[in-house]
Nanobody
Framework: QVQLVESGGGLVQPGGSLRLSCAASGSILSFNYMAWHRQVPGKEREWVAVISGGSTNYADSVKGRFTISRDNAKNTLYLQMNSLKPEDTAVYYC??????????????WGQGTLVTVSS
């Protein structure tokens, strides 16, 4: 029912910035939970940021540097990443959750976009 496609990843120097995008299609409810996660090979996937019900929260590792937002008219989620560090290098994934009465929840993931922070 829901498809997510991430874009905007690439190579950036430490201290630089990138903006990731996640284009959503299908039966999207704009007020539902959307989040960014990231994963380094050999490590568990790590939650990064969430936007839900008009509020946002961030992992301590990115707080003050990353900003999550969404454009409901375009069904697009964004992650603005500033002051990037080498430890931010990972594949970043978009996540959408929709809880439904008498049905299993929708839990959709994109294919990921690679962010590399290196000199």
């Amino acid at each position: 029912q829901v498809q997510l496609v991430e874009s905007g990843g690439g190579l950036v120097q430490p201290g630089g910035s990138l903006r990731l995008s996640c284009a959503a299609s299908g039966s999207i409810l704009s007020f539902n939970y959307m989040a960014w996660h990231r994963q380094v090979p050999g490590k568990e996937r790590e939650w990064v940021a969430v936007i839900s019900g008009g509020s946002t929260n961030y992992a301590d590792s990115v707080k003050g540097r990353f900003t999550i937002s969404r454009d409901n008219a375009k069904n697009t989620l964004y992650l603005q990443m500033n002051s990037l560090k080498p430890e931010d290098t990972a594949v970043y994934y978009c996540n959408y959750k929709q809880f439904r009465a008498y049905l299993n929840p929708i839990d959709a993931w994109g294919q990921g976009t690679l962010v590399t922070v290196s000199s």
